[in-house]
């Protein structure tokens, strides 16, 4: 079992930054996927980025590339995204996810393939 909890949310104007953490508790952190999604008011939970078991690939999607970065400490147990020049469609509640299947190179962009969620944090950027 894996519990996760988001923290680092708050209100920025755009063009800033902010860096969001999510602590997880259970021994599979360290061997298992992880990724970011996030849902705006009355829009579907999109994907963010992802981040292979070993941090050794990272994905994005187009509306993030160049300017969000996905991160993991293993031996903190805690994963990162670092969000810089934002913009007010980034408003959002963000959450962090982590999958079941260890050891696995096969990252998922799509919410079903993750199976431990968090709470989420809300990120609100002001124009």
């Known amino acids: 079992q894996v519990q996760l909890v988001e923290s680092g949310g708050g209100l920025v104007q755009a063009g800033g930054s902010l860096r969001l953490s999510c602590a997880a508790s259970?021994?599979?952190?360290?061997?298992?996927?992880m990724g970011w999604f996030r849902q705006a008011p009355g829009k579907e939970r999109e994907f963010v980025a992802a981040?292979?078991?070993?941090?050794?690939?990272?994905y994005y999607s187009d509306s993030v590339k160049g300017r969000f970065t996905i991160s993991r400490d293993n031996a903190k147990n805690t994963l990162y995204l670092q969000m810089n020049s934002l913009k007010p469609e980034d408003t959002a509640v963000y959450y962090c996810?982590?999958?079941?299947?260890?050891?696995?190179?096969?990252?998922?962009?799509?919410?079903?393939?993750?199976?431990?969620w968090g709470q989420g944090t809300q990120v609100t950027v002001s124009s």
């Open positions: 259970g021994r599979t952190f360290s061997r298992s996927a």
């Open positions: 981040i292979s078991w070993s941090g050794g690939g990272t």
């Open positions: 996810a982590a999958s079941r299947r260890m050891y696995s190179d096969n990252v998922r962009s799509d919410a079903a393939g993750y199976d431990y």
